[in-house]
């Protein structure tokens, strides 16, 4: 396994610490099916890449325009 190889897998501490989390949340979110991933032996459980950041994409909130006031004509 190579460099590149290891950055396309995610330990949930590191995502924990991504999104400042605990790791019981992302345990919650893996075991809900919000996030893929694999277990890797009896233990280890490691999320994708692409599905981390399908995770934060899917988060994010779209920009709120300010709303202009009118004053109104007396």
Do not use: C, F
Request: no cysteine.
């Amino acid at each position: 396994m190579n460099a590149a190889d290891q950055d396309e897998w995610l330990t949930v501490g590191e995502v924990a610490t991504k999104l400042r989390l605990s790791k019981m949340s992302v345990y919650r979110l893996v075991h809900s099916g919000v996030l893929e991933s694999a277990r890797i032996g009896r233990r280890a459980i490691r999320i994708p890449k692409a599905s981390y950041e399908a995770y934060v994409a899917a988060a994010l909130l779209e920009p709120i325009t300010p709303l202009t006031v009118h004053a109104t004509p007396a």
